[in-house]
Each structure stands twice: as C-alpha cells, then as structure tokens.
C-alpha cells in the first residue's frame, strides 16, 4: 500500500480513538464555530482526522482506501497529499463561510477530504464505476445536488458544507495538476462543475 495513504489512514485511526476514548481531547480539536472564531484555527484541520464513532471512522477510510489509488497512480505521491489536504481545507472554509454566525455549530470528520479524492478520481478515470453500474460522474453531480439540498434543508446531522467544499478542491486542484484533462476529458470537466455552478448562484441569490 502507498506510503502517504498509510500515513493518512494511521493518522485518522490514531487520533479518531484518542478521541472516543478522550472526550476532552474530542472537545478541544472539533470544528467548533465559536472556538474557531476567537482564535483556534488549528480546529479547521484537526477536526477532519476525529471521528464521530467506528463506523463514521470505518466507511471514511475504506472510500479513501479505494478511491486513492486513482489520484495517485496518476499524478503521484506528493499531489495526492495536496489534493487531500487542500480538499480538507476547502471543506472547513466553506463551512465556516456558510456557518460563521452559528457560534454552536460543532462538526467532525474526514468527509470533506475523502470528497476531494473521490471527486478528483472521478476526474482522472471517467470510466469509474460506482458500486459496479453507476457512472462516476453521475454518482458525484448527484451527491453535490444531494449535499445542495442538506445545506439548505438542514434536516440531518451530516457535514454536506464540507462534503462539497472538499469537491470543490479535489477539483480545482486536480485540474491545477493536470491541466490536459481539459483537453483529454472536457466533458467529465464541464459536467462536474455543474452542481459547484448551482451552488454558488443559490449562494448569492440568497437561496441557500
């Protein structure tokens, strides 16, 4: 198994059980708003390597145990740990841009840099298929219009702001890395930017 995927899946396993185990330690490295505001932002990374409880644990690393090779097979270790830490943070901004005035809004996970990698995967092998029949990019517009209607809808306990932020930079940055998938694969490009296209004029018709 690759190094940096060790690495990673270590680091969530090693501070996850702390965390279960740890209710303080839990506490002190959550995404907590308020927190975050006054001045913790070493929150906005910690709290994607803690977990809410084994299975939340177990179904983020196994995703990234299976969509990881394709992000770094094809562009290599050191841009694979870039996808990963940047989706990681674009999901935390997001969720602060979209949460910022919720001062008790607390989330955990590595949702939103799992995200990155499954979307920039989808992005680097247009063939994926997802659970065996559905084409990968239609599993991802259909996830991010999924994470557009929880952001509005509010009606469940799932991080959907960082599940999209995430997307939003294994995106970017994969198309940074590999820039001829404009070219090579343009159609899976303009296809997965639609639901971030819905996104952000929902956002700024006031709509979301």
């Known amino acids: 198994m690759n190094i940096f995927l060790i690495g990673i899946i270590a680091a969530n396993i090693i501070f996850s ?28 990374v910690s709290s994607a390597f803690l977990h809410a409880d084994i299975p939340h644990l177990a179904f ?15 562009l290599g270790n050191l841009p694979f740990l870039l996808i990963y ?7 935390s901004l997001l969720t602060m841009i979209f949460h910022k005035d919720d001062y008790s809004y607390r989330a955990v996970g590595a949702s939103g840099a799992v995200t990155g990698i499954v979307y920039s995967a989808i992005l680097l092998e247009s063939r994926i298929m997802i659970y065996g029949f559905i084409p990968g990019y239609l ?14 809808t509010k009606n469940d306990n799932i991080g959907h702001t960082a599940h999209f932020g995430g997307a939003i930079g294994g995106y970017a940055i994969t198309l940074l890395e590999q820039p001829t998938l404009f070219s090579n694969n343009l159609m899976t490009v303009l296809i997965l930017a639609i ?11 006031g709509k979301i």
């Open 17 to 44: 059980l702390k965390g279960f185990d740890d209710i303080s330690f839990f506490r002190k490295f959550e995404f907590h708003v308020g927190s975050i505001r006054s001045g913790e932002q070493i929150r906005m």
């Open 60 to 74: 983020n690393m196994l995703t990234l145990y299976f969509f990881a090779p394709y992000v770094y097979e094809n």
């Open 85 to 91: 830490l940047a989706s990681l943070i674009f999901g």
């Open 139 to 152: 599993f991802g517009i259909i996830y991010l219009l999924y994470s557009i209607y929880g952001m509005k």
């Open 195 to 205: 639901p971030i296209v819905i996104l952000f004029v929902m956002a700024k018709q």
